[in-house]
């Protein structure tokens, strides 16, 4: 499919050669979109004259940013999980350990009842403008059910993380060395196949930094690369395994420490912010103004999850980083957009430049801003995936 897209009133392209600043935002552009690539991004009254055979598209004034790379999130789950999160609202603490009643829900679960869940949360992320999307697994937590849960997703994505280390199941109590042999023995070889990525979530409550480090080791003898949960519930070493091991994100943050900055300053490993989970567990956001006027490259996703995110939005992330994390519009698109293709070590999205995916945006405002500037509101009017008009 051949399609010109003119009319934008403000186009981000996040390929600073292009635009009028770190965003390449051009005013006034259009973009022309051959078989599921850019072939042409410009001002509207330049259009290469052999655009005349494709389709138009008129913006009519509205913007257009890169479709939304949601580089966290955990969907393929059964159960519910409401009744705590109006526990929290009224009081009660966050904990790690809630997981494990979305695991026995998840493992009662048939193939068919997840993936139909699965699909309408594709769907659902689709139509607020989300054209990537991570999945991990980790509400198995046993062999059997971790495989299944990878197969599922990889139905759907490419970005399949292998998280068996989320937390230790309930038949495993006291005996977490134990569940660590399974996750890097047994459940490892079963779930490999479908996984592009391995996760650790490195946190009281949850593992320690031998056993994350030994978790990660194994995924990566195994051909898998590295992703890190860390210092979500306080400071702990998990950013700086993270680190040394080369993971493309580590995960959460809220805790981070001078040094753990430092050291992703320096590194090519990317800081994923959560802001959903802030909102939903009370916790205190982290200081993203921070991380970026250090040189942390910082994304943003959502890690739709039922304990400690239940949103698909990130519109919505992006409006919270923008009112609680000191993070400009422009910078929280961008963490959105190209800092979550970075959290994916992938060149080929989060920016609208030739040769790129033809995956797009366009808002039912005039700027990115509204983004921010419109809580709530859908301004999401049309997705394109791979060229392909989806919503």
Known sequence: MRTLITNIGELTTNDPAVGEDAC??????????????IEWVGPADEVPADAEGFEEVNAHGGAVLPGFVDSHSHIVF???????????????????????????????????????????????MAAQGTTTVEIKSGYGLDVETEARLLRLAAEVTEEVTYLGAHVVPAEFADRSDAYVDLVVGEMLEACAPHAKWIDVFCERGAFTVAQSRRVLEAGIARGLHPRVHA?????????????????????????????????????????TLLPGVEFSTRQPYPDARRLIDAGVTVAIACDTNPGSSFT????????????????TTAEAVWAATAGGAAALRREDIGVIAPGKRADLV??????????????????????????????
């Open 24 to 37: 390449g935002t051009l005013h006034d552009a259009a973009v022309l979109i051959d078989h599921g690539r």
């Open 312 to 327: 698909s939005s990130m519109p919505f992330c992006i409006a919270v980083a923008v009112r609680e994390m000191g993070m």
């Open 231 to 271: 210092s979500q519930l306080g400071p702990g070493e998990g950013v700086q395994l993270a680190v040394e091991l080369g993971a493309a994100s580590v995960d959460h943050g809220t805790y981070v420490t001078d040094d753990d900055i430092a050291a992703l300053a320096a590194s090519d490993t990317v800081l």
């Open 78 to 124: 059964g159960g519910d999980r409401a009744a705590e999160f109006e526990a929290r609202m009224a009081g009660q603490k966050y904990a790690a350990g809630g997981i494990r009643s979305t695991v026995a829900a998840t493992r009662a679960a048939t193939d068919e009842e997840l993936r139909a869940r699965l699909s309408g949360f594709i769907d659902e």
């Open 362 to 391: 366009l808002l039912g405002a005039a700027t990115r801003v509204h983004l921010a500037y419109r809580p709530g509101v859908p301004l999401v009017r049309h997705v394109w995936k791979d060229g392909v008009l989806t919503h």
